[in-house]
């Protein structure tokens, strides 16, 4: 996890409890009123409009952190990390959101957030830069790579709308990694999140391969 990630988080989390301080009456009946520990997550997440890890902060709050002088430092805190990073939790709220997947790529059911992506860019899936071949072309060679373990192409999903796609190629001792996000889907943080995930899910397809990004997750 970068630093930046480990921000992000941080963020996510400091503003879920100063949220859940100022409505902390609302809390305590939605936490009151559920059947177990996930359904009051659920609820205090939909409730405060946070991500599922906020939520989790906000039910591991203690007593101590309730007090006035608690209070003031997680608003410092929330002040701090949104001075180093460039964007707010309300501009791209996905940026610090668990709802993002990554799937592994279906040539069958993921051809449309494909052919998106490749009349916007115009280029081959295969990183290389040359212009894209017809969309069957480009899907066919792609399966030959992913059967031979050279590429792990994933959907990233946000319930059931696909937002994007992650794109991991092997190339020279490394794995290139390229992110696109959906125009409709852009300036949400989904790239950041998108990112974020496919770390893990690359390393478990190519352990102890390097990944190098090779562009950032268009607009993010």
């Known amino acids: 996890m970068t630093d930046q990630d480990r921000a992000v988080t941080r963020r996510a989390i400091a503003d879920a409890l ?8 609302e809390v305590l009946d939605a936490i009151v009123a559920s059947d177990d520990r996930a359904a009051a997550v659920e609820a205090v997440s939909e409730l405060l409009g946070k991500s599922r890890t906020g939520a989790e902060a906000v039910m591991g709050m203690s007593f101590d952190q309730l007090t006035k002088e608690s209070r003031r430092r997680i608003a410092a805190e929330l002040d701090d990390l949104n001075s180093q990073l460039s964007f707010t939790v309300g501009e791209r709220p996905a940026s610090s959101d668990d709802t993002l997947r990554l799937r592994p790529f279906s040539h069958d059911d993921d051809r449309d957030i494909f052919a998106a992506r490749t009349d916007e860019v115009g280029a081959a899936g295969d ?5 894209a071949r017809s969309l069957d072309d480009e899907i066919g060679a792609a ?3 992913l059967g031979a373990e050279e590429a792990a ?7 059931d709308a696909k937002v994007g796609m992650v794109f991991g190629e092997l190339a020279g001792g490394e794995v290139n990694v390229r992110i696109w996000i959906h125009p409709e889907h852009r300036k949400k943080g989904y790239g950041t ?3 974020r ?8 397809v190519f352990p102890a391969v390097p990944l190098v990004i090779r562009a950032p997750g268009a607009g993010n």
């Open 143 to 145: 399966l030959e790579r």
């Open 197 to 204: 995930r496919s770390r893990s899910e690359l390393a478990a």
């Open 193 to 195: 999140a998108a990112l």
């Open 127 to 131: 990183g290389s830069g040359t212009p």
């Open 18 to 25: 100063l949220t859940a301080l100022e409505r902390r009456h």
């Open 153 to 159: 192409w994933f959907v990233a999903v946000d319930g």
